[in-house]
């Protein structure tokens, strides 16, 4: 195994050719993926675009396991120790896997000012979750957004590719039986 490789090698005892790493990095990733990476490599800072790879993994995954960000790092020749750094810096990559209906709420300033506190309440209390975590039953994960672009409709909660606007406590029984619907 070249140095480089070493140095971004997953668990540092691993016993597997250099080959083999890259290959079993390769098979946990779609075609697009692999595409964006390999395009990433020919730019002059290939690191630059860690955080969009990071973004497009857990697009795919729902959330960034232990296994994808080492293949990241062995695919984009970055030490995995940065990789998993980064993954745990910002809040909205999920290192856990998430729920069926990720539930964000968003507590920026609007939506803060809108009420947005109470809904999260109510949403915490009626799934029996806190923020950051999944029902037993993985249907839904609890998160808070900051800022979902949609100010106007403050307070705003975001499910899947929905957006419910003006959400009131009220209105959070309904949304979650809507959800079970699906
Ligand atoms: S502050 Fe909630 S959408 Fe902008």
Known sequence: MNNNLKNVCCSGDCSKNEKDCIEASRDLFPENILKFIEQCLKDEHPNSQLITVLHKVQDHFGYLSPQTMDAVAYLMQIPAAKVSGVASFYHYFRLKPCGK???????????????????????????????????????????????????????VVKIGDDIHSQVTPDKVPFIISSCLKK
Not at 109 to 126: D, I, M, P, Q, R
Request: with cysteine; aromatic share 6%; proline share 2%.
């Open 101 to 155: 209906h990720v539930i964000s709420v968003c507590l920026g300033t609007a939506c803060y000012v809108n009420g947005a506190e109470a809904v999260l309440k109510k949403f915490s209390e009626e799934l029996g979750i806190k923020e950051g975590e999944t029902t037993h039953d993985g249907m839904f994960t609890l998160e808070i957004a900051r800022c979902l672009g949609a100010c106007a409709l403050a307070p």
